[in-house]
């Protein structure tokens, strides 16, 4: 057997997995969409004038973008720290943001249930401090989906990041100190370069999983704060309108295809080391 | 430079908030009320007693685990030969290849679920049981394949080369030299797929049906109806589940390995 041949005989199965159980049926789902006898993009026409399903999208881009953005911050503040304590504490912290990671999402979201119910913690609290007098309802709005959405990634950021910026060698800021630069131009013109890959990869993961998450929107938004991935299982199994629910899908690969697609382009063109 | 006080303070507020909600889940899982309430009115292990009594949990742990054993170990027997002829044949295949076994990761996983339920579960009339394992074998093959690739492109090929002309049988050589050499890479990646499918929701929604579902389907549903400590308890063993998992991860590769 020649290698080539042999290289491709180890390769078919996981090839013919993929191909045959992922590849055809999305290719499927994608495809359907189409099909209307009303013409092939009466489904997309159908889904971008009905206000309820734009304000479905809508709501999950925002919910993604805040999420992103408030996941970027607290990330990066905290990786930074991270990345520069001391090397038994690095383990230690690395631990506590695993450990969260590796808990189901189920169980991350069930988490803020107790929290934001009407008796939960929060509202306790909050009644204790004399802040309000009656509970809030916090629970099934876009507030409890966004914190809980926060929760679920803020460990996956700050593991991202450590590594990134562990690979910026405390020279560098250094040298920029010693040559005179104040810390905040340290910070903007050598670390944030440097980062901007890691804050990329990041971001992508970051959007992409919360544009696409069902559990969480399930627990805590419920019906009232329908998204993307509770919707498409709303119209899947409950209305069973499986070519509605194609149609969902397809605008959620159009989305985290092409956010992964302008990103990584993004990510080429910024990265100062291939220039 | 010293890292400033003020990022400090950040970053242990930030842990504080990582940490917290679970500290609450098993204070919550401790209570001797009938109702979520956090901090307990009194302690009482009778939530953890529940959790064997309802058999649907019974169940669907037992379906949970076997699953995520079996899903993991179909993907490891086919995402090791993959990983193994990408790492050792790089020239022979396209690179793409490598970017084709982590689709799974790349497609969002609810509209995998949703197609694996049309396409398979329905359109190729797959009893349940089956559909689910296809769809975790295909779920962690990235974790199979990326972890496992890791160790092999860190692996000297030449040791095997020198086996084999020393006159070993390939299939031997394998077995014998180069698997024993990565297995750090195996186990690790093993135990993170094992626990991605443990956890998944997305895609086993779709898939199970009447008579079989999984832990966190189950705990979804429980979650609907009732509103007791029991979801607490159940989420207090998958938490020690957790803590097995980051010990066999820092044994082989280190938790670090994560951070890359």
Redesign the interface.
């Known amino acids: 057997m020649t290698?080539?041949l042999?290289?491709?005989a180890?390769?078919a199965?996981?090839?013919l997995?993929?191909?045959l159980?992922?590849?055809?049926?999305?290719l499927?789902?994608l495809t359907t969409t189409f099909g209307d006898p009303k013409g092939p993009f009466s489904q997309y026409a159908a889904f971008f004038n009905s206000r309820f399903r734009m304000t479905v999208l809508w709501r999950t881009m925002e919910v993604a973008v805040i999420t992103t953005t408030i996941s970027l911050v607290?990330g990066f503040?905290?990786a930074?720290?991270?990345a520069?304590?001391p090397s038994r504490i690095k383990?230690l912290?690395?631990?506590?943001?695993?450990?969260?990671?590796?808990?189901?999402?189920?169980?991350?979201s069930?988490?803020?249930?107790?929290?934001l119910?009407k008796?939960?913690?929060l509202n306790d609290t909050l009644i204790w401090l004399g802040v309000i007098t009656e509970p809030l309802s916090m629970l099934y709005t876009q507030f409890s989906v966004t914190i809980a959405m926060v929760?679920l990634f803020?460990?996956l950021m700050?593991?991202?990041l450590?590594?990134v910026l562990?690979g910026i060698p405390?020279d560098l800021?250094?040298a920029a100190?010693s040559l005179g630069a104040t810390?905040a131009a340290?910070f903007r013109q050598v670390i944030l370069p440097m980062a901007v890959p890691g804050l990329i990869v990041g971001s992508v993961l970051v959007f992409?999983g919360s544009?696409?998450?069902?559990?969480t929107p399930?627990?805590l938004g419920g019906e009232r704060q329908m998204m993307m991935?509770t919707f498409?299982?709303q119209r899947?199994?409950v209305t069973f309108d499986?070519v509605g629910?194609?149609t969902i899908?397809a605008v959620?690969?159009v989305v985290?295809?092409t956010t992964?697609l302008a990103m990584s382009k993004l990510a080429r063109r910024l990265n100062p080391v291939a220039g | 430079m010293k890292t400033n006080p003020f990022l400090i303070a950040f970053a242990v507020l930030t842990f504080a908030f990582l940490i917290g909600p679970l500290i609450i889940i098993i204070g919550t899982s401790l209570s001797d009320t009938t109702y979520l309430t956090f901090p307990p009115q009194g302690i009482s292990l009778r939530w953890y007693e529940n959790i064997f009594e309802i058999s649907a949990f019974r169940r669907t742990m037992v379906t949970s685990f076997l699953l995520a054993v079996g899903g993991t170990a179909l993907s490891m027997l086919i995402g090791i030969p993959a990983a193994y002829a990408m790492a050792r044949y790089r020239y022979e295949l396209p690179a793409i290849l490598g970017n084709i076994y982590v689709l799974p990761i790349l497609i969002p996983e609810i509209v995998l679920g949703f197609s694996l339920m049309k396409s398979v579960a329905v359109g190729m009339d797959f009893p349940i049981m089956a559909a689910l394992l296809v769809g975790h074998a295909l779920l962690v093959l990235p974790y199979c394949v990326r972890v496992v690739g890791a160790s092999l492109n860190a692996f000297d090929f030449s040791i095997e080369e020198a086996a084999v002309s020393l006159g070993c049988p390939r299939w031997k050589a394998f077995f014998t030299v180069v698997l024993p050499n990565v297995r750090a890479g195996i186990i690790a990646g093993f135990i993170l797929a094992f626990i991605t499918s443990l956890n998944d929701v997305s895609i086993s929604i779709f898939l199970t049906g009447p008579g079989v579902s999984t832990l966190p389907i189950q705990l979804l549903a429980h979650m609907e109806q009732f509103f007791d400590p029991t979801i607490a308890s159940v989420s207090v063993l998958l938490m020690f589940v957790t803590v097995g998992v980051m010990a066999i991860v820092e044994r082989t590769l280190g938790l670090t390995f994560l951070t890359k």
């Not at chain 1, 159980?21 to 999305?26: C, K, N, R, S």
């Open positions: 290698p080539r042999r290289a491709w180890l390769s199965p996981a090839l997995l993929v191909l159980f992922l590849g055809l049926p999305v499927s789902t607290v503040m905290t930074w720290v991270v520069r304590a383990s912290l690395i631990i506590a943001a695993v450990f969260p990671l590796l808990t189901g999402v189920v169980v991350r069930f988490a803020w249930l107790i929290i119910g008796n939960g913690i929760y803020v460990p700050i593991l991202t450590v590594g562990e405390q800021t250094e100190a810390p340290t992409t544009f696409t998450s069902y559990a399930q627990l991935g498409l299982y899947a199994m499986w629910a194609s899908a959620m690969v985290t295809l992964v």
